[in-house]
C-alpha cells in the first residue's frame, strides 16, 4: 500500500521509508505546512497536525510528533523537544543536566493516521535509556547524539538507521501502524488501504 507522510524532516522520512519498505508499506514523503501548536501531549499535537491538513493533502497520510522525556528535568523538554532543540541545542540540554547522576529518559512518538473522513487513528511507540554525558556520533538527528537506548552502549547518533529503527521510539510506532493493515505485503501502485483498527 502506499501512505503519504507529511513532514519536513528528512531524517523522519528516511527512517519511516527504511521501516515500512519491508512491511510492505510504500511511504510518499510530503512537505506541507503544519501550524505547530502548544499542548500538554504528544496525542494532542499529533492529532492536530493531522486535523489541520485535510484540506491540503489528500488522505491516506500520517504525520508524527516526538519527544525526549528526561527524568530529572520532570519530562521536559517532552512536547516542546523541537522547540527546545532549535533553541538550546544537544549542548544546552546537557548544561540543564550537569552534575545530575539521574540520567534516565525516554523518547516517545505518537503517529496520526488519517484513511478517510473518520477520525484519525493514533499508534505510540517508545525507547526507554538514557541521556549521556557527551554527544556521540553524527548520524541520525535532533537529540540522538546524547541518548543511549537501554541496554545499548552507543548513541542513536552512533548506529546505522537500521540499528537506529529497531530499537526507536519512531520505529516501534511505525510497525505498530503497519501492522494495523494485516501481515505484510508488496506495495501496488493505487492501492487504497482499508481503514486502520
Known amino acids: ?30 512537505d506541507a505546512h503544519v501550524p505547530e501548536i502548544q499542548a500538554d501531549t504528544l496525542e494532542e499535537v499529533a492529532l492536530a497536525k493531522a486535523e489541520s491538513l485535510r484540506r491540503q493533502v489528500a488522505p491516506p497520510y500520517f504525520v508524527e510528533d516526538a519527544g525526549l522525556f528526561v527524568e530529572a528535568l520532570h519530562g521536559f523538554p517532552g512536547v516542546y523537544s523541537a522547540y527546545v532543540f532549535r533553541t538550546l541545542g544537544n549542548g544546552g540540554l546537557l548544561r540543564l543536566l550537569h552534575g545530575s547522576r539521574r540520567r534516565g529518559a525516554t523518547f516517545r512518538a505518537v503517529i496520526a493516521y488519517v ?16 541521556v549521556l554525558l557527551e554527544q556521540r556520533g553524527t548520524n541520525g538527528f535532533g537529540f540522538d547524539p546524547i541518548f543511549r537506548p537501554e541496554g545499548r552502549r552507543r548513541s542513536f547518533a552512533q548506529m546505522s538507521t537500521p540499528e537506529k ?25 493505487g492501492r487504497t488501504p482499508g481503514r486502520a483498527r
Do not use: I, Q, Y
Open 1 to 30: 500500500m502506499n501512505v503519504r507522510f507529511v513532514t519536513g524532516n528528512v531524517g523522519k522520512a528516511a527512517e519511516a521509508a527504511a521501516t515500512l519498505a519491508p512491511l510492505g508499506v510504500h511511504v510518499e514523503p510530503v
Open 115 to 130: 484513511a478517510g473522513n473518520g477520525p484519525p487513528t493514533l499508534f505510540a511507540g517508545r525507547c526507554v535509556g538514557s
Open 165 to 189: 529503527n529497531a530499537l526507536s521510539h519512531r520505529g516501534d510506532a511505525l510497525r505498530r501502524f503497519a501492522s494495523s493493515f494485516g501481515p505484510a505485503r508488496p506495495a501496488r501502485a
